[in-house]
Each structure stands twice: as structure tokens, then as C-alpha cells.
């Protein structure tokens, strides 16, 4: 059900304005009001789903396939060395709208932004990395 204050799902209906770059039947995407570069464009389901978690896996195709055709053209358009794909699901992991959508950032040498993905240390304990890797195939499973 799609929340009735929901700031992408007006986008989608046409109801609020946006720099629309894409139009298509299950897919908008139109560049983020706050850009971390020129450019800054997301990615949106036009069918409300809160985070990732709860997107019907039907529309795992069309969304990554528009994702990879905006990140193409995003970064043709702004002439980029690179392209950042990015994804926030719930308060905790960043997300502000809760309207599923994925973040295509252009990105330069030496520009700056720090979106890279953090590396950890090391991890060494081979018996909680094999318990946790069962966990996880068993949520798999579970599903
Ligand atoms: P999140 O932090 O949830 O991953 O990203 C939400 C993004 O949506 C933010 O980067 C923010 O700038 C953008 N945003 C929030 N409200 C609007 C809006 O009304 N229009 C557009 N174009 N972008 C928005
Ligand atoms: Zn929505």
C-alpha cells in the first residue's frame, strides 16, 4: 500500500515536480534535489515499496537494468572517470525516504566525495565466519 505522504510516489504520479531523466512504465529516475555532484540522479520503482526488503522480486530486473542505463548515461552526460551505485534500506543504514530508490553518483579523480566502501579488518576467525555464513544461508532458505 502506498502511504499516502509519500514524496517519490507524488513524483511518480506527476503530483510534485522533478528533473525527470527517465520515464518508463515500472521505472522513473530524475536528479536528487540535495546532488553530492552535478548529476546526482535516483533510481525509483514507480511501485511503492518501503526499502529493498520488501520489493517484490519481480521488479529486481527492471529496476538493476535501469539503474545500469541511467549509470551509462549519467556518466556520459557529465563526462565521469566513474560511478558510484548506492542504496540506503531503514533509518539505521541512512535512508531518509522511504521509498525505495538507488543513488547513481557520477564521480572524478580526485573530486573529493568519500563514498567508497569501507574495509574492515581482516577477519581471522574462521569458525564465526563459517557460523555466520550458515545463518545467513538459512534465513536464505527460509525465505
Ligand atoms: P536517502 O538518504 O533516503 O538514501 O536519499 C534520499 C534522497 O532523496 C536524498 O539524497 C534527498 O536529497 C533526496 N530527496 C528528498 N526529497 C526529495 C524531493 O522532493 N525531490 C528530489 N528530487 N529529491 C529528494
Ligand atoms: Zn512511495
Not at 538493476?64 to 541511467?70: D, G
Not at 522511504?98 to 572524478?108: S, W
Amino acid at each position: 500500500m502506498e502511504p499516502l505522504d509519500c514524496v517519490f510516489c507524488a513524483i511518480a504520479r506527476g503530483d510534485l515536480p522533478s528533473y525527470r531523466v527517465l520515464d518508463g512504465d515500472d521505472v522513473i529516475a530524475f536528479l536528487d534535489i540535495h546532488p553530492v555532484a552535478p548529476g546526482h540522479t535516483l533510481v525509483v520503482p514507480r511501485r511503492h515499496a518501503a526499502t529493498l526488503l520488501e520489493m517484490p522480486e519481480a521488479m529486481a530486473g527492471p529496476l538493476f537494468a535501469a539503474v545500469a542505463r541511467v549509470a551509462r548515461a549519467v556518466a556520459r552526460a557529465q563526462g565521469a572517470d566513474g560511478v558510484n551505485v548506492l542504496q540506503a534500506n531503514g533509518p539505521a543504514a541512512g535512508q531518509t525516504v522511504g521509498h525505495l530508490h538507488v543513488h547513481v553518483v557520477p564521480r572524478r579523480h580526485g573530486d573529493g566525495l568519500r563514498l567508497h566502501i569501507p574495509s574492515g579488518p581482516e577477519a581471522t576467525d574462521r569458525t564465526a565466519m563459517a557460523a555466520q555464513a550458515e545463518r545467513i544461508a538459512a534465513a536464505l532458505a527460509a525465505l
